[in-house]
């Protein structure tokens, strides 16, 4: 008796194990199956971040607001209307604006100040939706792909840099809301997978985190749509149910100032496409 319920637990063993290795195997052919589709679409022919980055280049000659002004004075840190390189050393402190911006922050301080543009209904379609284009998107796509094949820069040399470095770091291990998540959950560990995707390691330098950074904004094909990091923290956000945060808001720009500096030394590749 004793024997036949031995043996029948061996079995039951045999066929959990077999079972999770099946199932590992299968993770590791999808993901296999996902890296080729990548490579298949990775193709700036294929890319339909391209029509965001041609309306991008339209909106920033564009004039309107009440000063009739386009954004070509806007200093994104590298000089009045210089492009090249600026989205790779955001966020950083601004002296007019005495904050530390991100791009999309600096966009919207940029519209009022120099455009005199009220950027209420800009930020009512913040994300873009079929059939609804967002000029923050467009912008980001165009602005970001001028730095691509450059490496981050985040030097960190203004007080209010390290301060907001230091606030990103704690609120990207911060644990809240009714599943009790923090970025670190998901992200500071090697190897790590939900399903079949893989989860960087956020909380070292290094490959993960650069090749990370270094992919936004990116058009999401699961979507349709361009996405940027605002949209992106904003989902995880959601995801681990806690209250979304304000677009633009200091707290974003920290905990992006802290990414963008884990990913020091990568290389810009954008705007990618992802699943």
Known sequence: MHQRIFLSALVAMGLLLGGIAGAL??????????????????????????????????LWTLARGQKNASLETCDLGKGPGVLEGAYAELPRYFV????????????????EQVQGLDTKEIL???????GTTSDLEDLVSYIASESSGMTFHIPLDDPQEREAYAIGEALFYRRGSLLDFSCA??????????????LPNL???????????????????????????????????????????????????????????????????????KR
């Not at 959950?185 to 893989?198: E, L, V, W």
């Not at 923290?233 to 884990?262: F, H, N």
Request: aromatic share 8%.
């Open 96 to 111: 007019d604006a005495d904050v530390v911006m991100d791009l999309e922050q600096r966009l919207l301080w940029c519209m």
């Open 124 to 130: 009512s379609r913040k994300f873009g939706t079929p």
């Open 25 to 58: 195997r299968a993770a590791d052919d999808a993901e296999e199956e996902i890296k080729r589709y990548r490579e298949m679409i990775d193709d700036p022919m294929a890319n339909p971040a391209y029509l965001n980055v041609d309306r991008g280049e339209s």
């Open 203 to 273: 909380t070292k330098p290094g490959p993960s985190v650069r090749e990370t950074m270094g992919s936004w904004p990116t058009y999401r094909v699961s979507q349709s749509q361009t996405r940027t990091m605002q949209n992106r923290l904003w989902d995880c956000y959601r995801q681990m149910r806690m209250p979304p945060p304000e677009y633009g808001s200091a707290g974003l720009t920290a905990l992006m100032i802290y990414l963008a500096k884990q990913a020091d030394g990568g290389t810009l590749n954008v705007p990618s496409i």
């Open 185 to 198: 959950t998901c992200h500071s560990a090697d190897g790590a997978r939900i399903r079949t995707t893989q």
